[in-house]
């Protein structure tokens, strides 16, 4: 939820919360922390992974420390995070240039939101140019698959089209499950000959589409994963020093992706109704994105061999 449309849905929030009886209030209140700050929730359902760890790290955490926490609700915390929160406001800049050459031939999806299988890929690239787009610097490309969470980062020197789609096929490798779809921006760096060729011309092709111009929101898994996974750890600084890219790479295939997959919970959007003036959504509890791959791809095998079992006793035998 971008700032602008916190604050509206706030300023409408504020109005039937004056209105409201205390039982209506108290509602209000959760609906609103589930809306517009469900990090703590997340933080919540990790923290009985994270305290044994953190105890090797630090020293052991005393019995009364460690009780209390995990007996913290997502309201304190909340409440404890807010001012370090509100020290994170800049926002970066956008080096998306159009692709020309390919937009008539890549369709425009917007419909992938409910895409429920692995395997159905948005990517995007963060500049970290710093203040100026002049000369040479380092480019993060970012993947996200949509039904699971899965994420993973890759650096690269400017955006080159040999340069991300190497790296592309590196993530490839790495990911547990079959790359199906491909969903990018309309940026020259996906939409090229090369990229094309690498997807289309394959035994499995992979679905490959493009969201519309100036349309950030259709990419808006891959947009919240630019910010949650990269700029808020790297930050907005310009790295034009070209050594700096096999370092990021270092850090993201060792230890980043690592962290991100097994160790930080998200919750996912299954449901959100219109009344009135506002959106009510509703969130599943918060899992690792290890944990929902884990339990899709089971579902998913469990599936194809109840489907299997059902064609073969159909099948009448001499």
Same mark, same amino acid.
């Given at each position: ?32 922390? %589930? &809306? ?5 929730? +997340?933080?919540?359902? !990790? ?7 953190? /105890? $090797? ?51 425009? %999806? &917007? ?5 429920? +299988?692995?395997?159905? !890929? ?7 140019? /710093? $203040? ?187």
């Amino acid at each position: 939820m971008s700032p602008q449309s916190k604050q509206e849905y706030t300023e409408t929030t504020h109005v039937r919360y004056k209105n409201s009886s205390r039982r209506e209030k108290t509602k209000i209140l959760d609906e609103y922390c %589930a &809306t517009c700050v469900p990090c703590s929730k +997340r933080l919540k359902a !990790i923290l009985p992974l994270w305290l044994p760890g953190y /105890g $090797e790290l630090y020293g052991k955490l005393s019995q009364d420390v460690y009780d209390t926490l995990l007996k913290i609700s997502p309201a304190t915390i909340d409440r404890i995070l807010c001012p370090s929160r509100s020290q994170y406001r800049k926002r970066g800049r956008s080096t998306t240039k159009p692709g020309t050459l390919l937009r008539k031939q890549i369709p425009i %999806a &917007t419909n992938q939101w409910d895409e429920t +299988r692995p395997g159905f !890929i948005e990517a995007d690239t963060v500049a970290h140019c /710093g $203040e100026s787009m002049m000369g040479m610097f380092a480019f993060t490309l970012d993947c996200v698959d949509i039904a699971t969470g899965w994420t993973e980062q890759r650096a690269v020197w400017g955006k080159g089209q040999h340069g991300v789609m190497e790296e592309l096929k590196d993530i490839e490798r790495h990911l547990p499950f079959a790359l199906l779809g491909f969903d990018c921006d309309n940026g020259s760096e996906f939409l090229n000959h090369h990229l094309m060729r690498h997807f289309v011309q394959r035994r499995r092709p992979v679905k490959f589409t493009r969201s519309r111009a100036c349309h950030s929101q259709d990419n808006a898994h891959i947009e919240q994963k630019n910010w949650t996974h990269v700029r808020q750890w790297i930050g907005y600084d310009r790295l034009d020093d070209p050594r700096v890219v096999p370092l990021l790479n270092d850090l993201y295939r060792t230890q980043w992706r690592l962290f991100h997959i097994f160790f930080v919970p998200s919750v996912k959007l299954i449901d959100k109704e219109r009344i009135g003036s506002s959106t009510i959504k509703r969130h599943d509890l918060p899992k690792t994105p290890y944990r929902e791959s884990s339990i899709r791809l089971i579902s998913q095998n469990q599936s194809k061999t109840h489907s299997q079992n059902n064609l073969l006793t159909s099948i009448p035998f001499c």
